[in-house]
């Protein structure tokens, strides 16, 4: 069975298709600057030559015929024809409080995307783009819906609630949401078979360091807390989100700046690492220059790991401890030093990380605490793109 994995962007998209027979990725590729002057598509195929197309591309529906001829074209491709599709799974940002788990895309799955669209304006609607798109250019072939707040939705009230009146709750669902759930499900997922435990069994902290950031507790396999919040811009400091703010600050910058929409801009792509070296928001830049000493380089690395090492602390402590700590992701993957930084001072709480496990690992799968260390501390590069397949394979076998 192939199944074939959009991840879409406002002007992005992003496709995997899979043989389940294995889990293999048969191709894969990235369309950029869709609707923008200078689209590109970059197809990959794991046993042939990569492709790159140039030429504008006006939209999503566009994007995905491109993408659909590249897998099934002469020298391109790695189907037949498009019948071998069976169905398609999409990242979809957003499910608001409606969806604990993936559903199979209907006209009532579309509604309530789209009703969440005030909730993620720029991601929802490019989801729903490449939804659209994908009953235009393969009718009868079922989409499944795979929701980045899904896994999330098991956190009790005292965690997804603010302390701000419950009308706003009761009325406009104002909460914490968080996101990177299907990372996260992923991660912990794998984290317990690492450690030939039933999950039910297990306290993880997962810990999704990237560009975008964030940290979630799981106990028994479920969430029962998460650092991003209502938007994705809570939690740890990230390469242009501030993370965690004082409310205050926030409404100091719509005044000083003039506007929310400003505002929201300077908390979203100006801030966090960005915002402090004032060099770069790519952890490896800045990595460099505070190797260097450039001094606000080192201060953004000290603020992230010293985030890091307060939301793990302060999760082992809503769990009543920790079986194990996961790293993935960008940054989690492949510094060792956040890694070790951001465990550094939490030997009080039972980890012990061994340096010459963590020292110079990147992007491989590993336990790097040392065997007499209570915590089990991981590396596990997630797979985002598998779980939505595996979702959707799941889904569609029970309706056939
Ligand atoms: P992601 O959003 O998961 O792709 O992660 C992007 C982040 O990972 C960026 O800040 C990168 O600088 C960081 N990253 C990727 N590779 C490395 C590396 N080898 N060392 C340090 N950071 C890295």
Known sequence: MKILVLNCGSSSLKYQLFDMQGEAVMAK??????????????????????????????????????VLGLLTGADTGVIASLGDIS????????????????????????????ECIYLAP?????????????????????NVAVFDTAFHQTMPPEAFLYGVPYKYYEKDKVRRYSFHGTSHMFVSGRAAEVLGRPIESLKIITCHLGNGSSLAAVDGGRCVDASMGMSTVPGIIM?????????????????????????????N??????????LSSDLRDIESAAAEGNERACLAVNMLTRSVKKYIASYAAVMGGADAIAFT???????????RDSLAGLEFMGVKIDEAKNKGLRGKEAVISSSDSRVKVMVIPTNEELMIARDTLKLTQKKA
């Open 29 to 66: 590729g990235l369309v950029e600057r869709i609707g923008i002057a200078g689209s590109r598509v970059k197809h990959v195929r794991v046993s042939g030559k990569d492709t790159i197309r140039e030429g504008d591309i006006p939209d999503h529906t566009e994007a995905i015929k491109i």
């Open 87 to 114: 169905a398609v799974g999409h990242r979809v940002v957003h499910g608001g409080e409606k969806y604990a788990k993936s559903v199979m895309v209907d006209s009532s799955v579309i509604a309530s995307i789209e």
């Open 122 to 142: 720029l991601h929802n609607p490019a989801n729903l783009a490449g939804i659209h798109a994908m009953q235009t250019s393969l009718p009868g072939v079922p």
């Open 239 to 267: 390469g242009t989100r501030s993370g965690d703010v004082d409310s205050a600050v926030a409404l100091y910058l719509v005044e000083r700046e003039g506007g929310a929409a400003r505002a929201s801009d300077i908390l």
């Open 269 to 278: 792509k100006e801030s966090g690492l960005l915002g402090i070296s004032g």
């Open 329 to 339: 992701a960008g940054i989690g993957e492949n510094s060792d030093s956040v890694r």
